[in-house]
């Protein structure tokens, strides 16, 4: 096996044997680049230049059941970040809207906490009609719905349901003992069946192997998911892993190259913790190496509890590769989209 042998066998549409994979994971570092350039091709291929840009909210902050060992935001945490409970929905429009104007497309309104009251349900699909109203494709991420929800929120105008895995299921009891791994699969299924732009991955860096990372992406395959979000630990004061540190840049685009292989026709998007891995110095993010990579989106602006990075650098570098930004929902237009209003 070589590393041209499977970028042609995955561009031909053809699955990747266990002996192919294995090849890739096991891929010494230095001929990371030669996988990226592949990697970058199967993008080119199958996305065009398009890059899907996304922005959000943290619409409810803090105080979540759960006991992730990642999150800032779980109750059994001590670091310090925003608590408040659901945004007014004009608030959350008007986030909405200056993440219109940085560039995106799309915009997701994330809230803590596994399940969702009656009065924050009718708050999101307040919100999302709102986000809709101004051509950003509205994304949601509740904790975990109900197909019947997912159906009214859809009436609403919501085209997106974003449920992160986290993990592989082998993996998952050491991040979460709170809930059940088969809870979250099972979200992800509801919002497939419902039809909606379903955005589920992971986090790296959490201690997880090469193995799990692949049994991972292997699933997220297996269910169909649309779009796979990237993030990168940022060990955070409070949680159980602050003392963490963070991947090193070539392995962080290792990860991207080798999901680029094993999800050749989903949206591999980068989010959090980008900073953290690839620094704050001249070229920021890393956005430039991430999408040379075979990632074809990036969240830009803040993200839940910890700064993001500047949206015109981003932009830049989208420029720099010969790439362009996905257009708004409203009238298509280009980026950055500022309406007259």
């Known amino acids: 096996m070589s590393l041209n042998a499977a970028y042609r066998k995955v561009l031909d549409g053809k699955s990747l044997a266990d002996a192919d994979i294995r090849f890739l994971v096991d891929l010494p570092l230095d001929r990371v680049p030669e996988l990226a350039r592949l990697a970058h091709a199967l993008r080119l291929a199958r996305f065009g230049d398009q890059v899907g840009l996304c922005a959000i909210v943290n619409a409810k902050s803090g105080g979540c059941s759960e006991d992730c060992a990642f999150c800032a935001q779980s109750s059994r945490s001590t670091a310090d970040g925003p608590r408040h409970p659901l945004l007014p929905a004009r608030d959350i429009a008007a986030a909405g809207e200056a993440a219109r104007a940085r560039g995106a497309s799309r ?5 803590s906490g596994k399940t969702v009251t009656a009065r924050d349900f009718e708050g999101f699909v ?4 709102l986000v809709a109203g101004l051509g950003l494709a509205p994304d949601l991420s509740p904790g975990i719905l109900d197909r019947a929800q997912l159906q009214a929120l859809q009436r609403a105008g919501l085209q997106g349901y974003h449920h992160n895995l986290e993990t592989s299921a082998s993996f998952f009891p050491s991040i979460c003992t709170s809930h059940a791994y088969d809870e979250d699969v099972r979200a992800v299924r509801a919002g497939i069946q419902a039809g909606l732009h379903v955005c589920s991955g992971g986090i790296f860096g959490l201690g997880e192997s090469w193995d799990d990372r692949v049994e991972l992406a292997l699933l997220l395959a297996s269910l169909g998911v649309d779009s796979v979000p990237i993030n990168f630990l940022q060990p955070i004061p409070g949680t ?26 989903a949206a591999i998007r980068i989010c959090g913790g980008r900073l953290p891995v690839f620094g704050a110095g001249d070229g920021a993010g890393g956005g430039r190496e ?4 075979g990632a074809s989106g990036l969240m830009i602006g803040d993200y839940l509890t910890v700064r993001g990075g500047d949206a015109d650098r981003d932009l830049a570098d989208i420029r720099a590769l010969g790439l362009r930004p996905e257009p708004c929902a409203m009238g298509h237009m280009p980026h950055p989209c500022i309406m007259d209003n």
Request: charged fraction near 20%.
């Open 107 to 111: 915009f997701g309104v994330v809230a």
């Open 126 to 129: 307040e919100a999302v009609g």
């Open 240 to 265: 159980p892993l602050a003392g963490r540190e963070v991947l090193a840049p070539l392995e962080a685009l290792k990860i991207v190259g080798v999901y680029r292989f094993l999800l050749p026709d």
């Open 290 to 293: 991430l999408l040379a990579s």
